[in-house]
């Protein structure tokens, strides 16, 4: 059987502790009511035959019956009298009138004195039990009175309270559920977040609320999943490394295979086509000679590149103007692209830049970049070059108005061996990232909106 949630729990609580307290209150109310007007209805009473005594002095001591009758007939006048009695000090009954048969009947005595103790005000005393002796009575007053009155004013004012308390309760009732319904909803809207969060929604951020409890539990919850997403990431990043450095370490040694069983034959087939070139029954411009050589070359160069990248060498920093070698690398593209298509436009400050660095890694990086930004514009278009020191940075922006990057391949683009053209190696950029990497610096690449891609580097400069 499934317990009572908190919701449940505390409007129970909250309706059994105002029941407790409004009961426990009205009955201790209304006892306190019925003995305080008792004892006034008491004292009342004690009044009226006080002074039926007074009057009665004389008709007793003269035994005049018809008129201490019609001192009782007027006292039982009175509501809620119900017998009016005067006895003669032998204890003897010398009226006993009643006005009929009434429930819940209480009786007061009080004696009738001679004239030797009127020096006493027993009217007006309010100690009805003072004691007079017996030799100095000359008779009793006994009234029998009806306190139904009372009882009706009682269950009257019982009834008003019940209906009243229960008002009282289902309004309080009504408070503490919408109360109640306030901190469990938020108190269930973290609950829902955790689970929402556990089945896999890790982006997922608890809302605060209006509680200042619930506010601490999301921010408390909010900062834990704050801390496990940068723990993950972290863990990501530490992965990658480790699996890039596996990788290097692989790509050592396969290195040292293709530099030998690769390498060498590639030389000796190079050196087997120079000598059949030499050859006079050979033509001049033979069609298959030239793809060897092209095909030689080719390879040579995919292993070159795979060589310098799997057993990169150690940065030589030393202090470089940075605007000089740039200049210097888009001169030579510059010459390259002579007579074709390309149009290389650069924009570089003329004022030193001067920071330190290999300028042999650095530039075979910026010349892989330049290199990737002409091959994306085909056969014609324009790279735009830029260069400038902001803020201790030298930053280089080299734009093509080629394609694009296809934004599944942006996060791609700087992994080995990954490449979207045919008789690419993927090995270019993720040169240039390694070498940019080995001097603290950043390289990152994203699309242009005119059309085309622009790469972007930043390294640290000397102050």
Known sequence: MKKPGIHIRILLAAFALICAATFSLGAVGISITREFMESRFKD?????????????EVGVLIDDRSALERLASN????????????????GDKLVNISSGALSSLRIVETPIISRRLRNVNLLFSSDTGVKIPETE????????????????????IGRRFIFFSAGLTCL??????????????????LAQAARQVASGDLE?????????????????????LDSLAASRTALKEANKR????????EMGKFSLMIAHEVKNPLSIIKCSVDVLKKDQSLPTKSTMIGYIEDEIKRLNRLIEDFLSFARPSLPSF??????????????????????????????????PCHAKADPDLLTRALSNIIKNACEANGEKGLVRITACCRQNTWIVEIEDEGKGI???????????????????????????FQAINNHGGVITAKNRAEGGARFRVELKIED
């Open 318 to 351: 030393r202090v470089v103007d940075l605007n000089a070698m740039l200049k210097e690398i888009v001169t030579r593209f510059e010459l390259q692209k002579a007579g074709t298509s390309i149009e290389i436009q650069a924009k570089i400050l003329s004022v």
């Open 75 to 90: 006292l039982l006048s009175e509501e809620d009298v119900a017998t009016v009695t005067i006895l003669d000090n032998h």
């Open 406 to 432: 296809a934004s599944e391949n942006l996060k791609k683009i700087f992994e080995p061996f990954f490449t979207t053209r045919t008789k690419g190696t993927g090995l270019g950029l993720a040169f240039a």
């Open 137 to 156: 009575s000359i008779g009793k007053v006994r009234i029998t009175y009806s306190t139904r009155g009372i009882d009706q004013l009682m269950a009257l």
């Open 172 to 189: 309080a009732g009504l408070i503490f559920y919408f109360i109640s319904r306030s901190i469990v909803v938020q108190v269930t809207r």
């Open 44 to 56: 009342r009473m004690f009044f009226l035959a006080k002074y039926l005594a007074l009057n009665a």
């Open 242 to 249: 480790i699996m890039r450095q596996k990788m290097l370490a």
């Open 204 to 224: 997922l951020r608890a809302q605060q609320g209006t509680l200042p409890e619930t506010r601490e539990l999301a921010l408390a919850f909010n900062a834990m």
